[in-house]
């Protein structure tokens, strides 16, 4: 990827007129998206085709009975556009329990799930609207059904890792699995614990040597449960770091020139609930107190916590918490970046609307200097380069210029750890294409 000249450096050693820590951001954030996806490496016969004997997983209720629950759950249930003119519409849905699958709290077209007196919600409050799919519950079944014939996720006997979505089990194996197929470059990291008490693990891969001195490169993923799928996303990505080392001329470069730390799953304690209880869970599962559960982890994040774009009212699905890291996997996840003391870039991975984001997203504001620039200039060459080799439309720009949110892991990133930052959310670019629930294709 050609890397643009964007001004001189203000610190540290330069190539051309570009900061070497910005090269190496660049280079690396780069590749996650440089090729066309899984499908391109597996067709080598490499990707994903490990051995896995994950854990025995906890007998839950038969496939037939979870089905059933499911068609219950959501009967009914529609995904509409809404047409708000007005953000004190958005929060009379939002206080109605309206479950909102787009961004942001602006006037314009929004993306709901509704169940039907939701949706005369709605028609009473005379906003424009048009639903999109009529059939969340079947939806919703069908994927079930899917998973259940294959062994609700399970990748054994040489399966392709990435040939569907997995659970939490066999992601903690995979992720043992390649560090152990790659000890020269991969190992396990433990971030710390949920708010169950589950680890919050991920890998940390360099090339050999001493790494004291190089900067660190950090991409997580799943704060939001529902997201399933970021986590094959920078699995594919890690693995496909692993086994590029020694072939690939340049990811044998940027490896012997960074420490990149990858965490798939950010949000375990969601992660599971969505498997077991509920596909469209997207906070973790604190116990409010009041009947509600669960705090969104990308609003309880310090810097600018608390402020526009983030609830104070426990069963809002943006609910902010009692306090800036009142969770324990936003605390583990920003000490462990704190503690790295160097990290060069930062990428924060979600689902969906095809956006590349940069700070800040609390306020109408961005980052000064070289560091604005980069920003900018780095979000427009990702959206180029994504367009070139897919042909999918990424629209780049500041958080604030598409919605505004308070206490987000991006934007601690950038004003409280000085990382080079982005939120990515990923495919699809609407709820009509399936919105949280993708076909395994889509991995792919």
Known sequence: MPTPAIGASTTGRSVGRMPIRTLLAAATLA????????????????????????????????PADRIAAIRRRHAGEVLARVLITDPRQLDRLDAAGCDQWTHGHQAGWHEFRLDQAQLELVRRMGLRHEVVREDVAELLAAEAARLAAAGDGAAVGGADFFADYRPLDVVASFTDTL?????????????????EGRPIRGLRITGPGDATDRPAVLINALQHAREWITVPTVLWFAQS?????????????????????????????GYVWSWDENRLWRKNRRDNGDGSFGVDLNRNWSFQWGGQGASENPSSAIYRGTGPFSEPESTVLSQYI???????????????????????GYDFVEPEGITGRTHLVLGR?????????????????????????????????HGGAGAISFTFELRPANANEGGFVLPPEAIE
């Open 31 to 62: 590749a996650v998206l440089g090729p066309a996806g899984p499908s391109a490496a597996a067709a080598s016969g490499t990707i994903g085709s490990i051995n896995l004997a994950p854990a025995a997983r906890p007998a839950g209720p038969a």
């Open 179 to 195: 560090a152990a197929t790659h000890p020269e470059l991969a190992s396990v990291v433990d971030l710390g614990q949920s708010l």
């Open 241 to 269: 770091m692993l086994e590029g080392y020694g072939q690939d001329p340049e990811i044998t470069a940027i490896l012997d020139a960074i420490e990149l730390h990858v965490i798939p799953v950010t949000n375990p304690d």
């Open 338 to 360: 704190l503690d790295l003391g160097d990290v060069a870039a930062h990428l924060d991975v979600h689902s969906y609307g095809q956006l590349i984001l940069s700070p800040f």
């Open 381 to 413: 060459t990702f959206a180029d380069y994504i367009a070139e080799v897919s042909g999918a439309i990424y629209d780049p720009g500041p958080a604030w210029g598409l919605y505004l949110a308070s206490g987000t892991c991006s934007d601690w990133a």
